[in-house]
């Protein structure tokens, strides 16, 4: 892994900076949700007291602790927002809930609702009859089968009983059976309870209007079928009787005084029923001016609110872990989850106590997106700060990492490239001014270049100075065997002289070659360049090397025209001498010598090729260096790897380059040395 | 009389081989380790040829000195380097000096004594009236094998003992390639192919001093060099 990328890396873990906000964002939600939780839960308390003071203005019959129980009858009345139109219908009252099911043994289905506007209530009745058995003129109640509806109430005057039934469905109104003068009873209409009968596939409906001051504390509901036994409900004479619960008149009112914008604040009664509510959830003025765009970043911090109950929205009553605890007298507060797009609401509830006794309580419920706005108003200036941190922190130790690595390579490309492929050796590294780490390494390797180049130095000269020191002791010795054949000796002797002689002979080829490259130098230096034909040299040479090498075979190529260059002619005969002598050494017997000459461009390109061994890759490159020698020729001759070094010599003097390489098709070598034109 | 040698060289083994083979061939040898005790001898009796090193003990170009310094004394003593330097530079400022041959110590000592003997056979026939019969002529060149003289157009050209038996190999027989071995053993020495290039340089090198147009001696690439008329 580069240095850049592992920069790179270490720079990405300032990302622990956003990580660490959105939990110091996580920690805040949490302080402020429990701070709202107090909050809510005081006004709630604060509400709860302020009601309990004036209980008349909040209990419809304070005095009435028995619990609501829809079985025996009891009837939840709706707080009517609108006097709904006498049709049959009950859309028009607005009320979220169905009717409820009145309690039958035979299986006889009708429905119930009621609600109340200021000075009516409303009965909706829901019966399951197909068969419409209509009321007969001079109707007798007590004997006539037809479908009916009879309805008791807890009046003024005691208990009162009506029963609705009709010849046409339409508009009606109650009858009563009345007990005249005369002892007789008579069916008398009662105007002032109108009710809209209206006649369905399925059964019919009916929606009826009594007003207020007819209605007590109980009412009873029966509906009859015409024929057969079919009945529903409670009839008159049963004790049970449903209770009429009322939402309190003026409560809504009396609410919307002590609540603010955004929360909805109900009034239960110990049973849970709404007696009144104000305010609305959602605050009038945030939801017009703030866009509800979600923000990206919220995804990584939400609370988890899968596991918080989800707020049941019964119409008629409040439900939940709150309100049940309010309603055994403890004040409580929870979070739920909204019925709609996942909303987080907060639900407080307190207790209504009056002298003691537990009479109802207050709901408040308030949205957390006030905190969700507080907290990403928080958390977008964090985000946004640690974010451009970071960004800021990685383009730093992205740049300083590339500055690093751009400045490391200099010094490996320089450290590459300190020894040529000449063999000489670049003293000056860069970098190497640096006070820092780079700088010393830097220097570092100046001092073992320097170090290399003296040792370089001592090889190159080691074999002119050996050349030269033992060539006194050598010419001693040779004299000496000089003198020693010149006293007369016997052939015996005489052998051993031969055999030293050749020693010494071998011992004076070895020091010649040693000193060869140095005086090939110093040749090169005294070189004078005159012009001449390179075409027609080279096929003397070769011409001269056919008979040198009489048992290689040569292969000659040259252009037709001659090929003019300038330079020293000598030292490119010593050249091709060289190569020559290396590929005739390497060129097996059936194999051929191919000395090539063409125009390459602005250069002469000239070729020795010889069949035979490759040269392994690993040497390729250092061929041509002084004193390198790793190929085995056929022959005994010393070899001291000076030729090539001499032929790149040459090569250079002429400012040209020495190339060594195997043949495509891997049949031999060829080395190519390139030449510029004049 | 026998002829009287100098030999100057610092090493003893040396000295005394070089010495005993001369003395051999007749000559009377005196030797020298150093360039003063040498120089000192000489002006009480100069010899009639001498040998001399160029490095001596602690004087590392000591023999061109005493060269120069010989030669003060007689313009026409023969006077050999004989030396383990082969650098061109020396060879060249050896031969400025006066010297008429400059040999590497690679020289066998029979080629020492034929040289000493064909300096000696030089001062002889110099001594004496011209013989014609010994005269090569090859166009404007003129070669005296006896005196070992040769001139350019009647011009002189004064060639090293060496170079003389080089010109001489290649102009006896014109048009002849001769190869580097063959002129080696002309010039009874041995030297390596650079050697011979460089005493083939020299001598075009002093025939064009006389004549600039001087192109006599061409090469044959690959084979050697052969004269043209």
Redesign the interface.
Known sequence: MSIRLQLLMVALTTLVLPWAGCQYARELETALRSSQEQSLLASAGTIANALSAQPQRVFHDAGDTQAFSAGAGDLYVYPLVTQPLLDGYREDWDVPAEPTALPTTTGYRARLQAGSTEGFLYLFIEVRDSHFDAEPNNVRPDTDRFDRVNLALDGPNGRETYFFGTDAPGLIAAQSVVRGEDGVDRVAAEPRIQAFWLQAAAGYQLEARIPLSFVGRHLWVEALDGRGKGRAGFAADSAAGGRLFFATAGLDSLLETFIGDGTLATVIDANALKLGSAGSVVSKTRAETESSEPIWYRYFLDVDTSEMPILSMAPDHLSGESVGSALVGHPHAQWVRGDNRGEILLMAAAPIMIDGHLHGAVVLQQAADQLLALRDRALSRLFNLTLIATAAAVIIMFTFATWLSLRIGRLRDAAESAVGSDGRIQLTMPESASADEIGSLSRGFERLLARLNEHAQYLRTLGGKLSHELRTPLTIVRSSLDNLESEGLRDDQRRYITRAREGTQRLQSILSALGAAARVEESIKQSERVNFDLRELMICAVAAYRDGFPAAHFALQTPEDACFARGAPDLIVQLLDKLIENAVDFCPKEGTVTVRLERVQASYCLQVANDGPLIPEALMGRLFESLFEQRRGGDDKPHFGLGLYIVRLIAEFHGGTAVAANRDDDSGVVFTIMLPLI | MKKQIAIVED?P??RE??A??LA?HGYSIKTYGNRRTAMQAFKTRCPDLAIIDISLEDEAEGGFDLCRDLRALSAELPIIFLT?????LDAVSGLRLGADDFL???V???HLAARVAALFRRIDALRRPDNAAEIVRRGALSIDGEKMQTTWDGVPVTLSLTEFWIVHALAKNPGHVKNRQQLMDAANVVL???TI??HIKRVRRKFQQVDAAFDAIQ?????GYRWVE
């Open positions: 090493e083994a040396l081989n070089y005993a083979a051999r383990a330097r082969d650098s061109e590497t110590k690679d066998s000592l029979p390596d192919d650079n290039t460089s090469t044959v690439y690959g084979m």
